[in-house]
């Protein structure tokens, strides 16, 4: 995806979430937040992980 | 900005960095080589995403003795704080093995205890990771006293909030007795727990033993009884730890969330699972399926103790502990092991509110001179003694067999259970009809002029008038005799109308359980 895309999605949860105009949201800036450690060290490794959630 | 502010940031972040660094590159890449997580990767696995918070990162040991003041161990090699699990929040602490190989000292013990604290203070579960070569030597006594500061409030919380410990790495020595009087240990499968490794164990007594037979995973799921849960690596097990969590309360001032699942009655199917010939074996955890909500029941020490299941389920989305004989090992019969097992579950679920179910199918205590030289006289009255000393709702189904001191052991009436159930193939009795009719019936047998046609006479009579729950029924010792398409229903509205049950026990400082 490129990043245009990204934002889009990102304005359109937030309107949604808070239940207001996609035009009334304004994108001053966005940062990539990068992979965490555990994140990182899942994908690097190819492993098959989902995080259990209660009721499961 | 003006240049203070940036050099105190600067600095800050640079501490940070350190910290976060933990052992270095070198050190995270032999952790992950040997399929371990580091302590941070852990607690994200353990807490919600994004939800963990560190806590005392900068804390440091203080000892300066054998070059200690050269090294640097950032994080004193722990990882300390909090996060939400499932929504709501726990504390825990997880060694950092890249760090001095995790060894405890006196500002290490000093972050825990600080962790378990605040778990006490806000009166949420503590989960201790555990991955540590032992005690810091060169910080000596300090080490020690940090050992029995954690011990002393692993006691002091216990029966206050539920305390997990996880061990993901070596745990020896003085170690062990904080994963020991917690309330339940997970182990994966690369761990080790001994109080003595192979080395010390060769050296005095000259037994060669790997550390793996010596207190691997395998040995305390399944002979020692020392562990509770083992999965085969850090993640699997984690996710134990929050499914775990699901079913208990925060404290034993709250109560367990209720989950609804899928509440499924397949009660119509246990006359087909649970056979009328009590000779004939079948799995208990089949009955267990089919009375509490879908794919709920979560089992404890599996390995262990066979002859006894326990586990956390739900019905009607509500925790139960279940306790139940399990007729494919020694006939479900109760013995030291069992007993030990079942009463720490029972006492456990007390503490925490967690009402109890039991399903009744036992022939007797194990016989024989292994167990009476064991002490099953000692541990047998633990199990009484945890079912009397319970206060939460209690309820028994009487499935098939239920004979003798083991009837009693199993949550009767006369313990004080709340209702009793029972089928109609149920035998309530001293003993069996063969060993009853050989005591009472001997002489008569003897003076008979066909022994084997009185012998038989006598059996009929004795299953006639005993082998079923009427006479039971009939004293007031089973409150109804049920189908077994009846049982789900009967079962869940039993602790519905239990939830405001309120027994209590007289003043004292505290009972005294035969250990």
Known sequence: MDESLIVAMAVACIAEENGVDTKNVVVRNFKEVAKSPLAQYIADNNISYHKYQLGE | ?515
Not at chain 2, 24 to 42: F, V
Not at chain 2, 119 to 137: L, W
Not at chain 2, 319 to 336: D, K
Not at chain 2, 506 to 511: E, N
Request: hydrophobic share 40%; net charge negative; proline share 4%.
């Open chain 2, 1 to 515: 900005m003006d240049s203070m502010w940036q050099n105190s940031i600067d600095r800050l972040n640079s501490r940070r960095e350190a910290v976060a660094a933990a052992g270095g590159a070198e050190r995270i890449a032999k952790q992950h080589s040997s399929g371990k997580l580091t302590a941070r990767e852990r607690m994200e696995a353990l807490f919600d995403d994004g939800t963990f918070v560190e806590l005392n990162d900068q804390i440091s040991s203080r000892c300066s003795d054998f070059g200690m003041d050269k090294k640097k161990r950032p994080g004193d090699g722990v990882v300390t704080g909090y996060g939400y699990i499932h929504g709501r929040v726990a504390f825990a602490s997880s060694q950092d093995f890249t760090v001095g190989g995790g060894s405890l000292g006196e500002a290490q013990a000093m972050k825990i205890c600080k962790a378990m604290d605040k778990a006490m203070e806000m009166k949420a579960p503590f989960i201790s990771i555990n991955d540590s070569g032992g005690a810091r030597i060169e910080e000596g006594i300090d080490s020690l006293t940090g050992y029995a500061d954690i011990f002393y409030r692993n006691t002091i919380a216990s029966g206050v909030i539920p305390q997990i410990s996880v061990i993901m790495g070596p745990c020896a020595g003085g170690a062990c007795y904080s994963p020991a009087i917690t309330d339940f240990i997970f182990m994966t499968d690369y761990s080790q727990m001994y109080i003595t490794g192979p080395a010390v164990v060769k050296s005095v007594t000259g037994e060669e033993i790997t550390s793996a037979a010596l207190g691997g995973a395998s040995v305390h799921s399944s002979t020692s009884g020392v562990a509770h849960f083992v999965y085969p690596d850090d993640l699997s097990c984690l996710n134990g730890v929050r499914q775990l969590l699901g079913y208990l309360p925060q404290s034993n001032e709250d109560y367990s969330l209720n989950v609804p699942g899928v509440a499924v009655d397949n009660s119509a199917d246990l006359s087909s699972i649970v056979p009328a010939d009590s000779k004939k074996a079948y799995d208990v955890r089949s009955v267990i399926n089919s009375l509490v909500d879908q794919n709920s029941f979560f089992e404890i020490q599996e390995s262990f103790a066979r002859n006894i299941i326990i586990g956390f389920a739900r019905i009607d989305g509500e925790t139960v502990g279940i306790i139940a004989n399990q007729a494919l090992f020694m006939a479900g019969s109760l013995e030291i092991n069992a007993s030990d097992k079942a009463s720490r579950f029972i006492r456990f679920c007390d503490c925490f509110d967690i009402p109890l179910l039991t399903l009744v199918d036992v022939p007797a205590f194990l016989p024989g001179s292994q167990q009476e030289h064991g002490g099953i006289i000692r541990h047998g009255a633990k199990l009484l003694y945890a079912y009397s000393e319970a206060t939460v709702p209690k309820v028994s189904l009487i499935m098939r067999k239920a004979y003798g001191g083991a009837y009693i052991a199993m949550n009767s009436k006369g313990t004080g259970a709340d209702i009793v159930y029972a089928w109609p193939i149920a035998e309530i009795a001293v003993m069996g009809a063969s060993g009853a009719v050989s005591i009472i019936g001997k002489k008569a047998i003897e003076a008979s002029e066909d022994p084997a046609a009185k012998r038989e006479e006598l059996l009929n009579e004795y299953n006639d008038k005993f082998m079923n729950p009427y006479i039971a029924a009939e004293h007031g010792y089973v409150d109804e005799v049920i189908l077994p398409e009846e049982t789900r229903s009967k079962i869940a509205s039993a602790f519905k109308m239990l939830k405001t049950k309120e027994r209590t026990l007289p003043y004292k400082k505290h009972g005294n359980i035969p250990l």
